[in-house]
């Protein structure tokens, strides 16, 4: 596992886009997380001069709710397209290069290969949450009055199901990679189907059957956070993880790799 990891590190690390790709990604999140709240409280503060009944404030930092906040909005399809987007190139240059021929000239295995990639999408699914770890524990602590274990810990399992969605991501984006070895074609197919084909579908199909479909379970492993003016409203979201979902998203992460695989043993080097 670590060799064919450290292999494709090393293949990464020496594309210049994939450091433009993932300091862009890490840039845009930590905007994101700290500057939500002040941007938040700048509307409310203009939205409360306005107001005939006065609007509660919104903390998004404090233990242990930070956690379902900062991972729902990190979980965004925005913020999954820049990983996604790293690994599509990634997938795409071996083709473009024949890289994948050297590698299984070298002795590398068509499976091996296939795994390399796995693993580099699982590790970017690790690093990802723990940068949202990182930084939710030091809001965390700047922000809140309780800074407990217990209020540290209680919901932190909302990084695993971020971490999920990560990879569910990433795997979708490889099995396109491996399937249109064109990097324009494969980004204009993730993007078309991210944005248009499959929330067009869910429009049309029953309430009962949009959970089935793989960009719909992601989003809905973690809900839109409970908060005080949602509540005000009568306004109610799941504040915990939808387990059905989170299997739903598994088994579609087994179906995106298993392809992948299938297409690498396949197909025409």
């Known amino acids: 596992m670590f060799r064919l990891l450290r292999i494709e590190l090393t293949k990464s690390t020496s594309y210049y886009v994939f450091w433009g790709m993932a300091a862009l990604n890490l840039m845009a999140l930590a905007g994101l997380y700290w500057g939500i709240q002040p941007f938040i409280d700048d509307k409310l503060a203009d939205a409360s001069r306005n107001s005939p009944i006065p ?72 690093f990802l949450s723990l940068f949202l770890l990182i930084n939710g524990f030091l809001l965390g602590i700047i922000h809140s009055a309780d800074v407990s274990s217990v209020a540290i810990l209680s919901k932190i399992h909302f990084i695993a199901a971020y971490f999920l969605e990560v990879l569910a991501f990433c795997s979708l984006a490889m099995m396109i990679g491996f399937l249109v070895p064109k990097s324009i074609f494969a980004l204009g197919i993730l993007f078309v189907y991210a944005v248009i084909a499959e929330p067009i579908a869910t429009h049309f199909v029953g309430e009962s059957y949009k959970q089935f479909f793989p960009l719909y379970a992601m989003s809905g492993v973690i809900d839109v956070p409970n908060s005080s003016l949602m509540k005000l409203f009568g306004v109610q979201f799941k504040d915990y993880i939808d387990w059905a979902l989170v299997l739903i998203t598994l088994g579609w992460t087994v179906v995106f790799n298993l392809i992948s695989l299938w297409i690498v043993r396949k197909k025409n080097l």
């Open 55 to 126: 609007i509660p404030a919104i903390s998004l930092y404090n233990f242990p709710e930070i956690w379902h906040n900062l991972s729902f909005m990190a979980g965004s399809r925005f913020f999954l397209m820049f990983p996604a987007l790293v690994i599509i190139l990634l997938v795409t240059n071996e083709y473009s290069f024949r890289t994948i021929r050297q590698n299984v000239i070298d002795g590398l295995s068509r499976t091996e290969f296939f795994l390399g990639k796995l693993y580099l999408s699982v590790f970017i699914a690790l």
